[in-house]
């Protein structure tokens, strides 16, 4: 059974970073399975839509929504299964529950559907407050 676990902090400060940790269990994160073969990181700011963040798949490689992409990035330490979001320079409108998940597949198109990934965290809420 696959299972992924969200942790980091509920509360931050305007302009600091962002780190959100996913742990995966019950698959390898280098695992290439009829492809699915990636991890992202997605969130829903209160009262809106999934918004996809970006992804690192399983050789390593990682891809970043544009309008974060600047602020964002996406690691893994593969001896502990797991993959790390940093988030930079924080505003109040990031704040969300912020889930990882296993996907997209298929690749391309629009990454924000919720259909593309299969296994996702329970979600932790970020509040970007002062």
């Known amino acids: 059974q696959v299972q992924l676990q969200e942790s980091g902090p509920g509360l931050i400060k305007p302009s600091q970073t962002l780190s959100l940790t996913c742990t995966v269990s019950?698959?390898?994160?280098?695992?290439?399975?009829?492809?699915?073969?990636?991890w992202s990181w997605i969130r829903q700011p209160p009262g809106k839509g999934l918004e996809w963040i970006g992804y690192i798949d399983w050789t390593g490689s990682t891809y970043y929504r544009s309008s974060l992409q600047s602020r964002t990035s996406i690691t893994r330490d593969t001896s502990k299964n797991q993959f790390t979001l940093q988030l930079n320079s924080v505003t109040p409108e990031d704040t969300a529950v912020y889930y990882c998940?296993?996907?997209?597949?298929?690749?391309?198109?629009?990454?924000?559907?919720?259909?593309?990934?299969?296994?996702w965290g329970q979600g932790t809420q970020v509040t970007v407050s002062s």
């Open positions: 998940a296993r996907g997209p597949r298929p690749k391309g198109g629009d990454y924000d559907r919720r259909e593309l990934y299969d296994y």
């Open positions: 019950g698959v390898s994160i280098t695992t290439n399975f009829y492809s699915w073969n990636s």
